[in-house]
C-alpha cells in the first residue's frame, strides 16, 4: 500500500451516530456525565511578562472530583495555557497543540510565538462547533512581546491585558476590574492573581482547594504549583479510628465451600 | 499514485537474488561527504564534512546534524533532500509516541521507526529508496546509543562507525583508535582526526559540522568557534 503522502486530515465532527443517540435518548437512556473542571482560571500582564493562575478542584457534579488538579498546561517553555470546561477536553487539546508546537520549532529553528498556539487552538476548536468543551486562557512571552488570549469552545477569540474564565470568573473579575493597573511589578501581579483566585476558590462552589501560579517572562518561566495553600485539612484525628470487633451487628451468616479441584485421571493426550 | 504505468516496485529482485536499486542507494550514499560517529563512555559524537558547493554560499544557512528529539540527534551521507524528509516523518514519530506513552521515545524506538519508513519505499510501487544512510545519536536510559540506518531499512548498533566518500579509511582509523573506556572529550578529538585523514584542502569550523551528546541528554551541534577551539587543542 502506498502511503508517502500524508492524506489531509478529515477534521471536525461526525455526525454519523446522531440519530441513533437521539433514539436511545428518546428511549430513556442516561448519557454519562463529563467531568467538568467547575473552575475560576485567570491572567495578567504585567510590565515584564505574564501571570496565570488558577484554582485546584475537579468536580464530577456535585462531588469533588480531584482536589489538587493541574489546569496550568505546558504549551512551549515560553508559553502556558489555563483550562476550564471539560477535563479531558482541555488535557487533550493542550496536549495536541504543544505536540504540534514542538514539531513546529524543529521545522523553524525558532521559539515558539503565542500566535500560533492560538491560531493552532482556535482552528481545532472552530472545526469541532463547540462540542470540544475547552474554554482556555492562552498566555506568554515570545519575540514579540508579552501576549494574554482567551480562547471559547466554539473557536473565538480576544487578546486582553486581564482575563477570567470559569464558573468562577465573575468573582475573579471583581477583583481584576478593581486593582488592576498598566505596569505592574511581578510581586504586585502575583498578589493580584492570587487575590482573584481566592475569590473565586470561596465564592464559587465549582472553584476550591489551592491556588497554582505560573510567571512567563523573557527567557524565564517560573511554574509555582499550590502558590498558596488556603485550604488544609484540620480535621485528622491523630489517634486514628479504631473499629472493635463485635461493634459490627451481624445481621445474617451464610457460608459457601469453594469447589473442590477436580482431578482427572487417565485419558489420552491431545492429538496434535 | 496507483494509476501511473509506472506503478510496479522499482525494488524487484535480480536472479542473484538481489535488490538492485538498493545497491545503487548505497553507492549514492557512498559517494556522499564523509561522516561518523563514535559512542563513549558518556556519551557520543557525530561528525561530517560541510563541503559546499561554491564559496559564495552562506554556510550559516546549513546545517547537516539535525534534532530529532531533546536527545537524539541524526547525521546523514548521501542525498540531503532525502535525509530532510526521513528526519521530518521521524520527529512526528517521537511527538506521537510522547502523545500516547507520556514519556520520551527510546533510541532504539525511534531508530526502529525510521528504519521501517526506509524499508516500505523498498516494497512500494512508484517510489524509490531513500540515497542516504543515517548516523543516529542518542542518549536515553539505556545510556549512550549510536546506530546506522542503511537505504535498505537494516540498522546496526555501532560503537564507532562512519559512512560516505572515505568510508575504510575512516573506519580502519576508528579500528585503531577506539577504546572501550573513551570518554566523550577523547572521542571528538577522535573524530576530528579521523575526519582530517581524508580531508582536500585547509579543515576548520566553518568547513565541518560536530554534533554531541552528554550526561546531560541534551543533543547539541557545536557552534564554528567551539570546532575552532577543539582543532587547535588537536594540532
Not at chain 1, 441513533?20 to 504585567?46: A, D, S, W
Not at chain 1, 504540534?100 to 500566535?115: C, D, F, I, K, N
Not at chain 2, 535480480?14 to 563512555?41: D, N, R
Not at chain 2, 566523550?184 to 582526526?193: G, Q, S, V, W
Request: negative net charge; charged residues 20%; glycine residues 10%.
Amino acid at each position: 500500500m502506498v502511503k508517502m503522502t500524508d492524506l489531509p486530515i478529515k477534521g471536525g465532527f461526525s455526525f454519523d451516530l446522531c440519530t441513533r443517540n437521539q433514539m436511545l435518548l428518546e428511549k430513556g437512556l442516561q448519557m454519562p456525565p463529563f467531568r467538568k473542571t467547575g473552575t475560576t482560571i485567570v491572567g495578567l500582564v504585567f510590565q515584564d511578562g505574564v501571570v496565570l493562575g488558577a484554582d485546584t478542584r475537579a468536580t464530577e457534579g456535585p462531588i469533588v472530583a480531584d482536589k489538587n488538579c493541574e489546569k496550568i498546561h505546558f504549551m512551549a517553555s515560553n508559553i502556558y495555557c489555563c483550562g476550564a470546561g471539560t477535563a479531558a477536553d482541555t488535557e487533550a487539546v493542550t496536549d495536541m497543540v504543544s505536540s504540534q508546537l514542538q514539531l513546529h520549532r524543529y521545522a523553524t529553528g525558532r521559539e515558539s510565538r503565542v500566535v500560533t498556539a492560538l491560531t493552532l487552538l482556535k482552528s481545532h476548536l472552530f472545526s469541532y462547533q463547540g462540542h470540544v468543551s475547552a474554554a482556555l486562557i492562552l498566555g506568554g512571552v515570545d519575540v514579540t512581546g508579552p501576549h494574554l488570549h482567551t480562547v471559547y469552545p466554539h473557536g473565538s477569540t480576544d487578546t486582553l491585558p486581564f482575563a477570567t474564565m470559569g464558573s468562577g470568573s465573575l468573582a475573579a473579575m471583581s477583583v481584576f476590574e478593581s486593582k488592576y493597573r498598566e505596569g505592574l511589578t511581578r510581586e504586585e501581579g502575583i498578589e493580584l492573581v492570587a487575590e482573584a483566585i481566592c475569590a473565586g476558590i470561596f465564592n464559587d462552589l465549582g472553584s476550591g482547594s489551592n491556588v497554582d501560579v505560573c510567571v512567563i517572562t523573557k527567557g524565564q518561566t517560573e511554574y509555582l504549583r499550590n502558590y498558596q495553600l488556603p485550604n488544609p485539612r484540620t480535621y485528622i484525628s491523630s489517634k486514628g479510628y479504631s473499629f472493635v470487633k463485635g461493634q459490627t451487628e451481624v445481621l445474617s451468616t451464610k457460608i459457601t465451600p469453594i469447589q473442590p479441584k477436580v482431578e482427572t485421571v487417565g485419558g489420552d493426550a491431545m492429538e496434535e | 499514485m496507483g494509476d501511473s504505468q509506472y506503478s510496479f516496485s522499482l525494488t524487484t529482485f535480480s536472479p542473484s537474488g538481489k535488490l538492485v536499486q538498493i545497491e545503487h542507494a548505497l553507492m549514492a550514499v557512498g559517494s556522499g561527504q564523509t561522516s561518523l560517529g563514535i559512542k563513549a563512555t558518556n556519551g557520543v559524537v557525530v561528525a561530517t564534512e560541510k563541503k559546499l558547493p561554491s564559496i559564495l554560499v552562506d554556510e550559516t544557512s546549513v546545517q547537516k546534524i539535525q534534532l530529532m528529539t531533546p536527545n537524539i540527534g541524526v547525521v546523514y551521507s548521501g542525498m540531503g533532500p532525502d535525509s530532510r524528509v526521513l528526519l521530518r516523518k521521524s520527529r512526528k514519530q517521537a511527538q506521537q509516541y510522547f502523545r500516547l506513552y507520556k514519556e520520551s521515545i527510546p533510541v532504539t524506538q525511534l531508530v526502529r521507526e525510521t528504519a521501517a519508513v526506509m524499508q516500505e519505499f523498498t516494497q512500494s510501487g512508484g517510489v524509490r529508496p531513500f540515497g542516504v544512510s543515517l548516523l543516529i545519536a542518542g542518549y536515553d536510559d539505556n545510556g549512550p546509543q549510536l546506530y546506522q540506518v542503511d537505504p535498505s531499512g537494516s540498522y546496526f548498533s555501532w560503537k564507532a562507525s562512519a559512512m560516505g566518500k572515505n568510508v575504510s579509511n575512516a573506519k580502519t582509523f576508528l579500528e585503531k583508535r577506539y577504546t572501550e573506556d573513551m570518554e566523550l572529550e577523547d572521542a571528538i578529538h577522535t573524530a576530528i582526526l579521523t575526519l582530517k585523514e581524508g580531508f582536500e584542502g585547509q579543515i576548520s569550523g566553518k568547513n565541518i559540522e560536530i554534533g554531541i551528546i552528554g550526561t546531560d541528554r541534551q543533543f547539541r551541534v557545536l557552534s564554528s568557534s567551539e570546532i575552532d577551539d577543539y582543532l587547535a587543542e588537536v594540532e
